[in-house]
């Protein structure tokens, strides 16, 4: 869970990344990161927090290019705290590279001490430098690949460590006159291009366009690496995969609802989650009440579709500032019930149909139920807009371990006990596969348990 930004060809190309990582940041809050290039020197800014209050207008001074990438991160392999914030700079044999990466290696483990091995030492803990510290230890053109005379030097370093690594990766490369997108070949993590008169963009979102004025012009193909330069843009479908697998989690929480990603509006898909959760119903209510902010598209769903009015029965408070930055469990709780506040003028004496997006842990969920009992709700009926999480992600989401997961370990009846409700109800696999255009397209596997890629044991014992 890590956003990602880069663009080419525009002055002051450090000022776009800014607005763009920022339109960026519900995906991750851990650390904010930006490198530019003059087309001569690549400079590098990190700070951990938020992007508006982490970055100052004098960290930038001096550091303007025509090029540039920019990543907020949200840990998931390797330490968190800016000791891990990217862009991650190295020296290798095509000069200074930056990478900016969201998603994790499958294989990094073995990838690792490979390179320990053959006597290469890390800066950093994380999967991430790997593409960096692969660069000049082999050269590859996949079969078929007619390499451009432009790019005939150096692209078959890259190659080499696309043919390397294994999993997850929507990944920026920045080199000093040269920005490389990159999306693995099962698609995990989104990734779009965009322009703005001359310039092309790069984002993990199209949100990021919109604040900036671009244009979304279509999505970095699964297995595509795409080079802009001075001399043009120009596509390699460098590897095809048996099968796409496309994360279902950007759309029922991750990515927000403006977005186009995966050919389709977040919007669209969130709200018919809910509408098919509305037709798998059995109980009646006075009022569906979303757990802002990401309950609220599929409970307009729900409502629309049942014929129950939707009431804003819990209010988000929208100027909790960041007290910490630690991304435990225990601190995202309190942080949940920081932000939201029940309105008994909607819950007094009304059966109540609330509805979330997922349930991970159900601390959560045990809470709000309290909430809205305390606030004079008669029956708190709890729907989840996502079948039960049976499995932890290991493609760059921060799920917790199996251990921790709550469906599994117990039935429905005893979650929905152990949080208060007097009902609870999942949306079923079918119901969320049924969402979007073709679900063997889709990564579920949290859902259903079905891995599209194996993961090392190595990796696997790490969640
Ligand atoms: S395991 Fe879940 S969160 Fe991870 S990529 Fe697959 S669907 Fe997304």
Known sequence: MCGIFGIFGVEN?????????????????????????????????????????????????????????????????????????QPFLKKTVLGEVAVAHNGNLTNFRSLKEELLRMGESFEY???????????GKGKEVPKGITLHPEDREYLPYLFYVLKKVSGAYSVLFLLKDKLIAVRDPYGFRPLLMGRLKNAVL???ESCAFDILGAELW?????????????????????SQSPKKA?????????????????????????????????????????????????????????????????????????YVGRS??????????????MKLNPNPSVLKNKRVIVIDDSLVRGTTSK??????????????????????????????????TKEELIATKFSVEEIAKFIGADSLRYLS???LRSCVEDYRNFCDACFSGVYPIEVEPEVERLR
């Open 324 to 337: 910490f930055i630690e991304p435990t469990q225990e601190l995202r709780d309190v942080r949940v019930l």
């Open 125 to 135: 803990d994380s999967d991430t430098e790997l593409f960096l510290s692969l660069i």
């Open 367 to 400: 809470k709000i139920v309290s909430m809205l009992r305390k606030a004079g709700a008669k029956e708190v009926h709890m729907r989840i807009a996502s079948p039960p999480v049976i499995g932890p992600c290991y493609y760059g989401i921060d799920t917790p």
């Open 429 to 431: 696999l079918e119901g």
């Open 218 to 238: 279509r999505e970095v193909k699964p297995g595509e690496l795409i080079v802009v330069d001075k001399k043009g843009i120009r596509s390699y479908l460098f």
């Open 202 to 204: 790069f984002a993990s």
């Open 13 to 85: 190309a450090e000022n776009y990344a800014f607005y763009g990582i920022y339109a960026l940041q519900h995906r991750g809050q851990e650390s904010v990161g930006i490198a530019v290039s003059d087309f001569e020197n690549i400079k590098l800014v990190k700070k951990p927090g938020l992007v508006l209050s982490a970055i100052r207008k004098e960290d930038l001074e001096g550091v303007s290019g025509f090029l540039a990438i920019a990543h907020v991160r949200y840990a998931t392999a390797g330490r968190s705290g800016d000791f891990n914030a």
């Open 246 to 318: 496309m994360c279902i989690f950007e759309f029922v929480y991750f990515s927000k609802p403006e977005s186009f990603i995966f050919n389709d509006w977040v919007y669209t898909i969130r709200k018919k989650m809910g509408e098919v959760l509305a037709l798998e119903e059995d109980v009646s209510a006075d009022v569906v009440v979303p757990v802002p902010d990401s309950g609220v598209v599929p409970a307009i769903g729900f409502s629309q579709k049942s014929g129950i009015p939707l009431e804003l029965g819990l209010i988000r408070n929208h």
